[in-house]
C-alpha cells in the first residue's frame, strides 16, 4: 500500500500476536517499523525477523524512543498491547488499575505526544487493538470490558476531533484470535471465542482492508456488526442472550 511505504510505523505489543502479525504485514508493505514489547527478547525477535527496529520498553513511556529510532518522525501508531484480567467487582484494585493503565491510558499518553506533530504536518494515522468486547462485552472479565469499551471512546473521541486535520484513526475489534491472551481466557474464551477464533495475520489483513477504504471500525469477524446493532435496537434481548450464555458457563463450570 502507498499510503504506509516508507511511513514510519510503530506497534506496541508487538512481541507476538497481533501486534507481531501488524509489525510484519507493515514491513511487508515497505514501512518502517518500531518493534515495541515490554519482553524485550521477543521484541528483538520479531525487529530481527522482519528487518525492523526493536524499541523495548513500556508501551506508555515509547513514543518519544521511537520517533528517534525512526529517524524523527512517527507516521502510523499502533496501540495494540492489552492485558485480560479475569474477575468482576471482586478483582484486586491493582489489576483494574493494570486494565485501565494499558487498554486506555497508554492510548492517550501517546496521542498526548503525537498529535502535536500530527497536527503540525496534518496527517498521521492512529490504530486501537480494542477487541469486540469494547463493543459487546466478555463474559468473565469486567476490567477487560469495562477499558475496553473506554479505548473505543477515546479512539471514536479522537477520529470526530481531528479527522479534519488530516489524522485517520482506525478501532480494531476482533472477537477469538489464536493468540497467548486466548489461550489465557479460560472457559469462557472456550465457550465464547474459541469457536470462531481466527488467525493474527488474519487481524492485520482486515486493518489493511479498512485502511484502504477509510474505514473508522475494523471488523475481522464481520458477524461483530449485527451483534452491534443488535445490542443498540434491543438491548434487553441482547442482555438475555449474553446472560443466557453466562448460565451455561457457570452449569459447565
Same mark, same amino acid.
Given at each position: +500500500? ?5 511511513? #514510519?510505523?510503530? *506497534? ?13 504485514? =507493515?514491513?511487508?508493505? #515497505? ?13 528483538? &525477535? ?12 513500556? &508501551? ?10 525512526? #529517524? ?15 474477575? #468482576? %467487582? ?17 492510548? *492517550? ?5 503525537? /498529535?502535536?506533530?500530527? /497536527? ?5 494515522? =492512529?490504530?486501537? $487493538? ?50 497467548? +491472551? ?14 470462531? &477464533? ?7 489483513? &482486515? ?8 474505514? =473508522?471500525?475494523? /471488523?475481522?469477524? %464481520? ?9 443498540? $435496537? ?20
Amino acid at each position: +500500500m502507498s499510503i504506509v511505504r516508507d511511513a #514510519g510505523v510503530v *506497534v506496541t505489543g508487538a512481541g507476538g500476536g497481533i501486534g507481531a502479525a501488524l509489525a510484519r504485514r =507493515f514491513a511487508a508493505e #515497505g514501512a518502517r517499523v518500531a518493534v515495541n514489547d515490554l519482553d524485550a527478547a521477543k521484541a528483538e &525477535a520479531v525487529a530481527a525477523e522482519i528487518g525492523a527496529i526493536a524499541v523495548p520498553g513500556d &508501551a506508555s513511556d515509547v513514543v518519544e524512543a521511537a520517533r528517534e529510532a525512526l #529517524g524523527g518522525r512517527v507516521d502510523v501508531y499502533c496501540a495494540n498491547a492489552g492485558v485480560a484480567p479475569s474477575g #468482576g %467487582p471482586e478483582a484486586e484494585e491493582e489489576l483494574w488499575e493494570t486494565a485501565w493503565d494499558v487498554n486506555v491510558m497508554a492510548h *492517550v499518553r501517546a496521542a498526548r505526544k503525537l /498529535l502535536p506533530e500530527w /497536527l503540525d504536518r496534518g496527517s498521521g494515522r =492512529f490504530v486501537a $487493538t480494542v477487541s469486540a468486547a469494547g463493543l459487546l462485552t466478555m463474559l468473565g472479565s469486567a476490567p477487560y470490558s469495562v477499558s475496553k469499551h473506554a479505548a473505543l471512546a477515546f479512539a471514536e473521541w479522537l477520529s470526530l476531533t481531528y479527522r479534519h486535520c488530516g489524522i485517520e484513526v482506525h478501532a480494531i475489534c476482533p472477537q477469538g484470535v489464536r493468540t497467548d +491472551m486466548l489461550r489465557g481466557t479460560g472457559p469462557a474464551g472456550d465457550l465464547v471465542l474459541v469457536p470462531t &477464533a481466527i488467525e493474527p495475520a488474519q487481524v492485520a489483513d &482486515a486493518l489493511f482492508e479498512g485502511m484502504a477504504a477509510g474505514r =473508522f471500525l475494523i /471488523l475481522p469477524h %464481520p458477524e461483530v456488526a449485527d451483534y452491534y446493532a443488535a445490542r443498540a $435496537t434491543d438491548p434487553d434481548r441482547w442482555l438475555r442472550g449474553m446472560n443466557h450464555l453466562q448460565r451455561k458457563l457457570e452449569e459447565e463450570g
